[in-house]
């Protein structure tokens, strides 16, 4: 789960959630209402958002990264100038760059 940065949240360590923080400019960026199984709204990070993430995190496993990517360049619904702003807004825009240009 992500929160803005100095948001407490030594319970949810407790509940073994891995706990990501932002600064508080990037914590809304890039969210979507969505309907949750039980038919609540709910924000999430988008698709394109999501990618930016987990690009920027230390440690993610490649081959993970790799399928992201190509279920995204292959998805109808892609929208690669979002996807590059939020690259951009993110600092990781030389990462993205990477897999779409060997992608499309």
Do not use: W
């Not at 969505?34 to 990070?45: M, R, T």
């Amino acid at each position: 789960m992500t929160f803005p940065k100095g948001y407490n949240t030594p319970s949810l360590k407790l509940e073994n959630i891995i706990v990501k923080r932002v600064v508080p400019d990037n914590y809304s960026f890039g969210t979507v209402e969505i309907d949750s199984p039980c038919g609540n709204l709910v924000k999430v990070y988008g698709v394109e958002r999501s990618l930016c993430d987990i690009v920027r995190g230390s440690g993610s496993d490649i081959q993970v990264v790799k399928e992201a990517m190509k279920r995204y360049a292959a998805s109808k619904e892609k929208d690669i100038h979002r996807l590059m702003k939020y690259a951009e807004q993110l600092r990781v825009r030389p990462k993205i760059l990477h897999y779409i240009e060997v992608l499309l």
